[in-house]
């Protein structure tokens, strides 16, 4: 394995932090919240408390003003630890901040994000509509102009943190027919009148991170909650995507090494005929084959951490890795799913709940489709 060059030791220590903390205080809980399809309400300030929510903000508005590699470590450390539940955290501090701090003015970054880095106010984005998910242009739901106020109607589907948001970034239309630059993006926040969450989703897996969705009916939002101007809500979601696709990818890789550790440690100690399953030339193959995959995806992906530090990393450069690293986390799950024959497809196996939690790794934050589209659409552009 080529040594990580990423973390320094402050970063490491920070990382067992986490570590300690999650096998502590969430493990415990994780099969609570995956009954219930939501993490529990005190875990967030307690995550709060421990640095976990949006590390990356700056002080004046209640973070640490760190780099983006903490949330890394908070998005590696959960992937490694099985609890896909807290995949929630990865929406609200390394997608929903960000367009407060990112397009918000100071009003609104005064109000909303000292509380969401203290995990009170828990965030969620909303683009996705029954009839309009790759699509984002072609979303229903309206914003129309009252003159202090926008009228909403219309509703959201598939969305992560839904159920217990306090606050939402909702892509509206703002102009009918105007494509993209009808797409602006309001702050909605909960106990609105007229604002309905549904029923939490019933997923495949991720059982215990909330889905929901979301009903606007004559929704009076105020001016002021219009994030950004108004038109340019496509052009900040496009431009953000970047930093959702490297997180999902940091994330899909943290599993996809865990779950490829514990079927190492499965396959030494089951046995068939008379031997262990780990020395049949296959099992052995599939070991070698997916350890030199994460191992060349490891250094790519490191790399693209780094120019994102530096405000370098693309959206074309985004979807390739979030295209690569979430195919090779389901192809790899699912070699281990086979690796551990049938105990594979039984619930209680940490790779079972791996599998079915990754699957959607390759729908969300752009279908893969979606990612080759926009990386074919450079190539042949030149
Ligand atoms: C667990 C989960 C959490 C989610 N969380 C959120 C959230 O927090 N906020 C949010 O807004 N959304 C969220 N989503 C929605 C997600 O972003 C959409 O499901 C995704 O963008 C795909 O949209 P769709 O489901 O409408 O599929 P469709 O757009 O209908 O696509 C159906 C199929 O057609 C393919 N396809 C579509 N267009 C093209 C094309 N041009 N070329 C080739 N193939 C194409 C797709 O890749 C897919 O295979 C979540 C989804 C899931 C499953």
């Keep these: 394995m080529i040594a990580r060059t990423l973390f320094d030791s402050d970063m490491e220590l920070f990382?067992?932090?986490?570590?300690?903390?999650?096998?502590?205080?969430?493990?415990?809980?994780?099969?609570?919240?995956e009954a219930?399809?939501?993490?529990?309400r005190d875990f967030w300030l307690k995550a709060g408390?421990?640095?976990?929510?949006?590390?990356?903000?700056?002080?004046?508005?209640?973070g640490f003003g760190v780099d983006f590699r903490y949330?890394?470590?908070v998005d590696e450390e959960i992937g490694r630890s099985g609890?896909?539940?807290?995949?929630?955290?990865?929406?609200?501090?390394?997608?929903?901040?960000?367009?407060?701090?990112?397009?918000?003015?100071?009003?609104?970054k005064q109000h909303y994000l000292p509380k969401m880095v203290s995990g009170e106010s828990i965030g969620a984005?909303?683009?996705?509509?029954p009839g309009a998910g790759s699509d984002v242009k072609?979303?229903?739901?309206?914003?129309?102009?009252?003159?202090?106020?926008?009228l909403v109607n219309g509703s959201k589907t598939f969305i992560t943190n839904g159920f217990c948001s306090d606050i939402v970034v909702v892509a509206v239309k703002t102009e009918l027919n105007a494509g993209a630059r009808g797409v602006s993006l309001l702050i909605l926040e909960s106990g609105m009148a007229g604002f309905d969450k549904g029923q939490k989703l019933n997923k495949a897996g991720g059982h215990a991170c909330d889905t929901a969705e979301l009903f606007f009916d004559d929704v009076k939002v105020p001016k002021e909650n219009l994030l950004g101007e108004e038109g340019q809500g496509f052009y900040y979601l496009m431009s953000d995507l970047a930093q959702e696709r490297l997180a999902v990818a940091v994330n899909g890789l943290a599993v996809a090494e865990s779950v490829l550790e514990q079927?190492?440690?499965?396959?030494?100690?089951?046995k068939a005929f008379g031997k262990q399953v780990s020395s049949f030339q296959n099992t052995r193959f599939k070991i070698a084959e997916m350890s030199t995959e994460m191992s060349v995806a490891r250094v790519y992906l490191d790399r693209c951490i780094e120019l994102h530090l530096e405000g370098k990393l693309d959206g074309v450069e985004a979807a390739k890795l979030k295209l690569h690293i979430t195919d090779l986390q389901c192809k790899a799950i699912d070699e281990c799913v086979q690796l551990h024959g049938g105990y594979g497809y039984m619930w209680e196996y940490p790779v079972t709940r791996a599998w079915a939690d990754s699957r959607a790794q390759r729908i969300y934050a752009g279908s893969n489709e979606i990612m080759k589209e926009i990386i074919s659409r450079e190539i042949l552009a030149r």
């Design 15 to 33: 990382r067992d932090t986490v570590r300690k903390f999650l096998a502590a205080e969430a493990a415990p809980l994780h099969e609570k919240w």
């Design 36 to 40: 219930q399809k939501f993490v529990d």
């Design 49 to 62: 408390e421990q640095g976990m929510l949006c590390p990356q903000m700056p002080e004046q508005y209640g």
């Design 71 to 73: 949330n890394c470590i």
């Design 83 to 108: 609890l896909s539940g807290l995949t929630t955290f990865l929406m609200h501090s390394d997608i929903v901040c960000e367009y407060i701090l990112h397009y918000g003015n100071e009003r609104q």
């Design 125 to 129: 984005l909303a683009m996705s509509e």
């Design 138 to 150: 072609s979303i229903k739901t309206t914003a129309i102009d009252c003159g202090d106020h926008y």
């Design 263 to 270: 079927t190492i440690d499965y396959v030494q100690q089951r």
